[in-house]
């Protein structure tokens, strides 16, 4: 017990206290911003921009590029999926749960590419010497934004990707020291497990009652 409870609070022993405050505000902001997803409650975007806003303040202390870019992304997408999940057209949301398209694969595709491309010069860029977890990072950035768009447009893929990058992440924040942030990836793992369930059972009951119609 006492191995865990090091493993948590251990690395946090020398870290300036208003950073550990900041991470434990964006680690339950956060979580509930996926509890919203799941629920496809339009409250993810507000409560979800708290956190990424600042997380994007603590990696960027900690030069953690691509966790930075990732967050950043995660703010502007909000905006945007925030916007977009409200339109509404004769009372009724524009924007329902789908599948992705062969199109919106391989755009998703391409941001994936790209992605990881721009976070690896902005590293460069910044001087940071990349090592093995950096890479990790990069590849796990690419796949999150993704994720993040197909959330925007409300695709059931979105969660399958978010499971993937999840499951990586886990152990790569718990190298880096980044107890609470493993634990909370951990959960957001779960939460999005139970997303994807969520999502497409909303969505073939549409399908069933457009069929009926």
Do not use: C
Request: charged share 15%; proline share 1%; net charge positive.
């Amino acid at each position: 017990m006492n191995h865990i409870f090091e493993f948590f609070f251990e690395t946090y022993q020398n870290r300036a206290t208003h950073l550990i405050v900041l991470e434990a505000i964006a680690f339950f902001f956060g979580i509930a911003s996926v509890i919203f997803a799941m629920r496809e409650n339009i409250l993810v975007y507000p409560v979800g921009l708290v956190a990424t806003v600042i997380t994007v303040y603590i990696f960027l202390h900690d030069e953690l590029m691509g966790d930075m870019m990732m967050n950043f992304y995660y703010s502007v997408m909000s905006i945007y999926g925030w916007w977009n999940w409200s339109r509404k057209k004769n009372d009724k949301y524009v924007v329902p749960i789908s599948r992705t398209s062969n199109k919106e694969k391989w755009i998703g595709f391409g941001m994936f590419l790209l992605t990881m491309l721009i976070t690896y010069l902005i590293y460069k860029g910044y001087g940071t010497v990349i090592d093995s977890s950096n890479y990790i990072d990069i590849f796990t950035s690419g796949i999150f934004f993704t994720a993040m768009w197909f959330m925007a447009n409300k695709k059931l893929e979105n969660w399958t990707l978010w499971i993937f990058a999840d499951i990586i992440t886990v152990p790569l924040y718990a190298y880096r020291g980044w107890g609470m942030l493993s634990l909370q990836y951990l959960i957001f793992t779960i939460l999005a497990i139970q997303g994807y369930l969520a999502w497409k059972k909303s969505l073939n009951k549409s399908q069933k009652e457009t069929q009926t119609v």
